[in-house]
């Protein structure tokens, strides 16, 4: 299964979880460490576990998606940003605060909008 594929399920994974605020960006040719940045924002800590937990059980059904199809997490829910590195597939979920503050589809503002879900 190719990475957009991948891209989409964890969207879906996502907005099915309640994430608001939901954005699929295509790095082809902008990126050498990831095809497509998944963000989506949470509003609680909570919440985050729950997206993160759904970005786990899509993980596990693809493969290719990292460490024996779990993904590689960084960050903690109380930072406010959890980012899991699925190999071509890069996801953010963020505190609205948080997601506001660092600003990615700023700085990657060159890259293909595929999805946004509000």
């Known amino acids: 299964m190719d990475g957009l ?3 989409r399920d964890v969207v879906d994974a996502l907005v099915d ?7 699929l960006l295509d790095l082809a040719g902008l990126s ?5 940045f998944v963000i989506a924002s ?3 800590e909570r919440q985050m576990r729950a997206l ?7 993980a596990s059904t693809h493969e290719g998606a990292r460490r024996a199809n779990r993904p590689l997490w960084e960050g903690r829910n109380e930072d406010g940003w959890r980012l899991a590195d699925l190999g071509d597939t890069v996801v ?9 503050y660092y600003n990615l589809e700023g700085l990657w503002q060159r890259a ?5 879900i509000q």
């Open 17 to 23: 979880r309640q994430a608001s605020d939901v954005v």
């Open 112 to 116: 293909r909008e595929v999805v946004h």
């Open 42 to 44: 949470a509003d609680s």
């Open 92 to 100: 953010h979920i963020f505190s609205v605060e948080q997601r506001a």
């Open 5 to 7: 594929q991948l891209a």
């Open 52 to 58: 993160a937990d759904a970005v786990d059980e899509v």
């Open 32 to 36: 050498s460490f990831a095809d497509y």
